[in-house]
């Protein structure tokens, strides 16, 4: 089946405490994207990737790092979590490298809790 | 930096009605997609419509784009309970090395059976 995952799902942290959301598809797509959600605020890009070891900041990069050594993946890490990055994360992926031609297909979310 | 805005926020209707949502946007555009997002859950694409097209039919949607007007609409024709979810248009920004979808912050439907 054409998916885009991530793990975790949930996630409850403490400030500062590292961690990696990781995000996966297996439709050889090449771009692949990051975005925040919050109430009030809508949904909001953080990092995208045109290709492999091609990432670019998008309206909210900061506090955030991203990697693309495969295609399939593009984890997202944030080295010092702090509360503020506590939202709902979707990582997306599109067909070619230009992301905004072609539909989106979405992972399921992953909720980020920072304490 | 947002694009796209729709209106109205939220929208509650009866079963069996239809729904428009519209959608506004500030500079020119190659393309304008609908996604629609049930509480809590990712986003599912439904429509794109491309800059030379006025108006696109999917099953029970119907998407019109005016670029003149910089302005999209989406029209749910014969709702159901099953439609109440919040749709986002979403706008590319391009140029400058820039590869990006901006998405609006959605209106919220609800369908009461």
């Known amino acids: 089946e054409a998916q885009v995952t991530q793990n975790p799902r949930y996630l409850i942290t403490v400030t500062g405490k590292k961690l990696t959301v990781t995000c996966s598809q297996n439709?050889?797509?090449?771009?692949m994207s990051w975005y925040r959600q919050d109430p009030g605020l809508g949904l909001r890009q953080i990092y995208y990737s045109m290709n492999v070891e091609v990432t670019d900041k998008g309206d909210v990069p900061e506090g955030y790092k991203v990697s693309r050594k495969e295609k399939r993946n593009f984890p997202l890490i944030l080295e010092s979590p702090s509360p503020n990055q506590t939202s709902l994360y979707f990582c997306?992926?599109?067909?070619?490298?230009?992301?905004?031609?072609?539909?989106?297909?979405f992972g399921p979310g992953t909720r980020l809790t920072v304490l | 930096s947002q694009q796209g805005e729709e209106d109205p926020q939220a929208l509650s209707i009866q079963e069996g009605e239809n729904a428009t949502m519209n959608c506004s946007y500030k500079t020119s555009i190659n393309n304008l997609q609908w996604y629609r997002q049930n509480s809590g859950r990712g986003l599912v694409h439904l429509i794109l419509?491309?800059?030379?097209?006025r108006e696109k039919h999917s099953g029970r949607l119907r998407v019109t784009l005016d670029t003149s007007k910089k302005s999209s609409s989406l029209l749910i024709t014969a709702s159901r309970a099953a439609d109440t979810a919040s749709y986002f248009c979403a706008t590319p920004v391009t140029g400058g090395g820039s590869e990006k979808l901006v998405f609006g912050k959605g209106t919220k439907l609800t369908v009461n059976p």
């Open positions: 997306a992926s599109s067909l070619g490298p230009r992301g905004s031609y072609n539909e989106q297909f």
């Open positions: 439709m050889n797509h090449e771009y």
């Open positions: 419509i491309r800059s030379n097209e």
